[in-house]
């Protein structure tokens, strides 16, 4: 029998924080690590398995064979085992035999904490040394004033299987490719951010990455680890931010996974009240066992110091933090309060935000939120969740099902189109078309336009042009740039060859323009979270179905006025309220003819006059084109 030789990453520091739940680095200590012991190069491994009795490290260095490598029990009930084996090391395939005490169920595992993984559908951990060379210097050192709070935040949600294939090899792009494709797309389109669906490791692809195995591992579907660690590198060297979409609310029943790891429901919540997603069949983080609270922060923590992350989009908040959460009566427990609230969520949410924004002062954390629950983004200091920012689920809601009517129906509907300002600054929000918005019969953003082509295409420039001067950050979902006709489908390519078509290109070239006029538009993101960075001009000219506002940066030199005409009717002559005199120029038009639209703008100068309307002392006249958005800012 080979030997394990005794061998420890852990101080007696390291285990009374595990066991506290206070150590928040635990990939450096935890699963394999090539190191050299004694003169000897090997890997040293070590696994959480408390109600073992045996553990042992299997692999294709030993026909995994059971028995053979037998790992060491640590003597202080952390419920650790650990042991060096030699001569084994990067590329080594292994999973864990764990024989468990109770009931004598032998269980084989992959690494929970394995860096890198075997491509699906094959299982098995690779020992992994993903070292990697940094060349983004300069954007860390800046990176602060990119994700602060007052800076232009438009990000671009990105399916990485989908986005594009090589439809001659029928594959999606490596990610070698992505760092010149995708790269250089984010670029022309002048997007601040991307994000990315689910990469950690996932076995089955119809779940779109959100059923994760392989926590610490990203994806091998596209390439290796420091291959993953070039594409973050060259968007950060091409001026954009990265953002990964983190999993923590449940977790895949497979066998080589997280659930019943050695034997009893060691990462799982035991009660399967708590426990069981009955939406998703899926297991859920037992959030108030501290060994589990380390792993779920450290793993956040990991691709913000392993990988440059620069922030993380928390999926799933609501089904963690309510204990009712799609369950009927009888089918949850209230909390010791009586409420229907999860407070080992609530207090795990929290832990996690204080210690990432403690580390990682210039990243974000943003909240999928869909309740009012109170405080999501406020900080924790102030009884907040702590997220740096929150999906604003109902302006999408409202705003979606606005558009889909026809515009002759609009003025019955003027206050679903208006009400997202009675709420929006009582959180950080970030306004998001996601994927969640083109699947199962929703219909693509542009499917939704009522009207003829012209004014789908007219409908889905205003809706851009609204979304990009509410208050507030922005999320697209990939192919809605473009006018994607189709709902998204994970097994395909998105439909380049739409490009081919003027309306289709003439979107697209509309999104550039108007990334780029919200990057230079102070006034549309200073002060994008508060309530003195917008003004109402006017917002129940149901009628006419129009709405105006003013938005406001830190100058006031750099306030624009926004005006948007939800009708494919010219209005001639249209008055607006003013509180400056001055004049104005048109800035920004969504109907101009490179867009595709009728090329109904106003001239160069607009003199405004003492005269009052909506409540202002002065006014101005302009020409509203159909279906039309435009800002105005003072010469």
Same mark, same amino acid.
């Given at each position: 029998?080979?030997n ?14 595990f ?13 394999s ?9 090997g ?35 952390s ?81 990485l ?60 579907r ?30 895949p ?50 691709w ?7 922030g ?47 580390s ?33 689920m ?33 959180e ?31 409908n ?50 509309? /999104? &550039?323009?108007?990334? +780029?006029?919200?990057r =230079?538009?102070?006034? %549309?993101?200073? !002060?994008?979270? *508060?309530?003195? #960075? ?47 005199a ?10 101009? /003819? &490179?867009?595709?639209? +009728?090329?109904?703008? =106003?001239?160069?100068? %607009?003199?405004? !006059?003492?005269? *009052?309307?909506? #409540? ?9 084109p ?10």
């Amino acid at each position: 029998m080979a030997n394990i030789i005794p061998y420890s990453l852990f101080t007696d520091f390291d285990i009374d924080l595990f066991k506290s739940g206070k150590h928040y680095r635990l990939y450096e200590k935890m699963g394999s690590h090539i190191t050299t012991v004694n003169g000897v190069k090997g890997t040293y491994f070590a696994v959480w398995a408390p109600s073992a009795k045996q553990v042992c490290v299997i692999g294709d260095f030993n026909y995994w064979t059971d028995g053979e490598f037998k790992l060491n029990v640590r003597w202080d009930s952390s419920g650790i085992w650990e042991g060096f084996i030699p001569h084994v090391g990067k590329g080594n395939l292994y999973k864990y035999k764990i024989h468990s005490n109770i009931n004598n169920v032998i269980t084989e595992k992959a690494d929970p904490y394995a860096r890198r993984c075997e491509h699906p559908p094959k299982t098995a951990s690779v020992i992994w040394d993903d070292k990697y060379e940094w060349k983004d210097s300069k954007w860390l050192e800046t990176r602060k004033k990119h994700n602060a709070l007052d800076a232009p935040y438009s990000v671009y949600e990105v399916h990485l299987s989908s986005w594009k294939k090589v439809i001659e090899e029928n594959r999606s792009l490596s990610y070698v490719e992505l760092a010149t494709d995708l790269v250089n797309y984010l670029k022309e389109m002048n997007y601040t951010h991307v994000e990315l669906m689910p990469i950690m490791e996932y076995p089955y692809d119809p779940s779109w990455g959100y059923q994760i195995t392989g926590y610490f591992a990203p994806t091998s579907r596209f390439g290796y680890p420091e291959e993953f660690k070039y594409l973050v590198d060259q968007l950060h060297q091409n001026g954009i931010g990265i953002i990964l979409d983190w999993v923590p609310s449940h977790f895949p029943e497979d066998e080589h996974g997280l659930g019943f790891f050695d034997g009893s429901n060691l990462y799982e919540h035991p009660d399967r009240k708590k426990g069981y997603h009955q939406d998703w069949k899926s297991l859920i983080f037992n959030y108030g066992r501290n060994e589990v609270r380390s792993f779920l922060i450290s793993n956040a923590i990991f691709w913000l110091d392993q990988y440059h992350i620069d922030g993380l989009r928390v999926d799933a908040v609501a089904s963690m933090l309510y204990l009712d959460y799609s369950r009927e009566a009888g089918e949850w427990d209230p909390n010791e309060f009586g409420g229907n609230e999860n407070l080992d969520t609530i207090s795990f949410l929290k832990e996690l935000n204080v210690e990432i924004y403690q580390s990682f002062q210039d990243v974000q954390t943003i909240a999928e939120e869909s309740t009012a629950f109170s405080g999501v983004s406020k900080p924790v200091f102030l009884g907040g969740l702590g997220f740096g920012m929150k999906w604003m689920m109902g302006w999408m809601h409202d705003t979606l099902e606005y558009f889909k009517k026809d515009p002759i129906h609009r003025k019955y509907h003027q206050n679903d189109i208006t009400f997202s300002l009675a709420y929006a600054f009582t959180e950080n929000f970030m306004l998001p078309l996601s994927h969640d918005e083109v699947v199962y019969g929703k219909n693509s953003i542009i499917g939704r336009m009522p009207g003829d082509e012209w004014q789908r295409f007219s409908n889905l420039r205003l809706l851009f042009g609204y979304m990009f001067t509410h208050p507030g950050t922005k999320l697209n979902f990939m192919g809605s740039e473009f006018g994607q006709y189709e709902e998204w489908n994970f097994e395909k390519s998105l439909d380049w060859n739409l490009l081919d078509f003027e309306p289709h290109k003439n979107t697209q070239n509309f /999104i &550039k323009d108007l990334n +780029s006029f919200y990057r =230079n538009t102070p006034s %549309l993101y200073e !002060k994008g979270f *508060s309530n003195d #960075g917008f003004e109402w001009i006017s917002y129940d000219d149901h009628q006419n179905s129009v709405i105006s506002f003013i938005r406001k940066g830190y100058q006031t030199k750099d306030d624009v006025i926004v005006v948007c005409n939800f009708t494919p009717t010219v209005l001639n002559n249209y008055k607006i309220g003013l509180h400056k005199a001055g004049t104005l120029n048109e800035i920004f038009n969504s109907d101009a /003819i &490179k867009y595709g639209g +009728s090329g109904i703008t =106003n001239s160069n100068a %607009l003199n405004s !006059k003492k005269e *009052s309307w909506n #409540g202002k002392e002065n006014s101005l006249e302009l020409t509203l084109p159909p279906l039309g958005i435009i800002v105005l800012g003072y010469k």
